[in-house]
């Protein structure tokens, strides 16, 4: 079964993780892609006012999009922007006008159209998401649907079935078919469940600064296919995860030359967060409770919702290799690292007999393999980064995923 993986910028709540868990999950050892297990936060408060440097970012954003450079105003949302934004509400403001960039960027790239349209009406969706009630951006969204309706874009994955709780036209149409196809299809049903998916795959879009130019950022696309057959958790867990938008705008934040570029923190962007997009039976890593009574999804944080392991499937880490990051062993979440092509790490690999919970043992499961864009996560590998540690001197994006 293949999969197509595109990664997309996602803007996550910060966290506060104190230096005593940055050190104890952010080791400098090579020899294991870590993710660090701390969860914490403040809630409640009065809401806070919009801070000078977000009200900055607006403004310079407007001006650059009205002024026909909306290249320049996504970054400025990428970075201060979506840095600054503390509520809901105000990640609703950068979220909304990235939108209406993404718009004028199709407008000046009329080749590149559908792309940046399905981008922007994607973000409005996001900020929905966050604000359900917001009608300016509801309002928005439609007139943008109209739009893309006028020039035969699709929304994206597909297309709306109902509006406002009524069904469109394509809706009645897609309805009826599949009705007819739920009759008919008891009789094939039995061997259309043995047959593999096919051609799904996903590709991630990526920003960096290339190494040999630290003036030049690089924007590429890094198509990886998956491999449910080995590993369904994983790949279900990496889908969920991708369809609903959570990687958008996070960053490859542990970059390790000839070893492997991690990312996939939805939480904090920082290698400090992370969990599973779905319930799995594991909470932490553990089925079981201090008590011994198993954990439900209702008695388990949801920031503790774990992957087991499924490294025992057969798949060897080698270049292009996809792989799930973890803090232990079963504590596999939304994480992972992919393989230059100058590393092999058969270290992480599972073989008969290694006890993949001992001290100083390590086994990762391996559930896709990229088939394009080989040469953006050999320049990843390689950019500058701090030396106090395996941080990026500038952000390495995942500005967003889907399938293809």
Request: charged content about 20%; proline content about 5%; glycine content about 10%.
């Amino acid at each position: 079964m293949r999969f197509t993986l595109i990664m997309v910028y996602y803007f996550p709540q910060k966290w506060a993780i104190s230096p005593q868990n940055q050190k104890k999950w952010a080791p400098e050892c090579e020899e294991s892609p870590s993710v660090a297990v701390f969860k914490g936060g403040v809630v409640g408060g009065p809401m806070p006012p919009m801070p000078s440097e977000l009200k900055e970012a607006l403004e310079q954003a407007q001006e650059l999009i009205e002024s026909g450079k909306p290249d320049d105003a996504l970054d400025i949302l990428r970075t201060t922007g979506w840095t600054a934004a503390k509520t809901n509400s105000q990640k609703v403001r950068v979220t909304s006008l990235a939108s209406e960039a993404m718009i004028t960027k199709g407008d000046l790239d009329m080749g590149n159209r559908r792309k940046h349209w399905q981008r922007a009406y994607k973000n409005y969706q996001q900020a929905l998401k966050l604000e359900s009630s917001n009608k300016d951006i509801r309002r928005s969204m439609n007139k943008l649907a109209s739009m893309m309706d006028e020039q035969s874009i699709s929304l994206g994955k597909g297309f709306q079935i109902f509006d406002d709780g009524n069904p469109t036209p394509a809706g009645l149409v897609a309805i009826s078919v599949a009705i007819i196809i739920f009759l008919v299809g008891f009789k094939y049903a039995g061997a259309a469940l043995e047959q593999p998916l096919e051609g799904t795959t996903v590709t991630l879009e990526v920003s960096y600064i290339h190494p040999d130019d630290p003036n030049s950022r690089i924007e590429g696309e890094i198509v990886i296919e998956l491999y449910p057959d080995e590993a369904p958790k994983h790949v279900e867990n990496f889908l969920y995860l991708v369809d609903n938008s959570l990687y958008d705008y996070t960053t490859f934040h542990r970059v390790i030359d000839g070893f492997m570029v991690q990312g996939g923190d939805i939480e904090m962007m920082d290698g400090g967060g992370g969990y599973a997009g779905k319930w799995y039976g594991y909470c932490n890593g553990q089925t079981l409770d201090s008590t011994g009574t198993p954990h439900t999804s209702e008695s388990c944080r949801v920031e503790d919702w774990s992957v087991p392991g499924e490294h025992t499937n057969g798949l060897k880490h080698g270049p292009g290799a996809l792989a799930a990051a973890h803090a232990g062993l079963n504590t596999d979440g939304s994480q992972f690292y992919i393989v230059p092509s100058d590393s092999t790490p058969s270290h992480l690999d599972w073989n008969e007999g290694k006890d993949c919970a001992a001290q100083g043992q390590s086994c990762h499961t391996v559930y896709g393999m990229v088939v394009s864009g080989m040469e953006h996560v050999d320049a990843m590998s390689e950019v500058d980064t701090s030396s106090s540690g395996n941080k990026p001197l500038h952000d390495v994006r995942l500005m967003t995923a889907y399938r293809s």
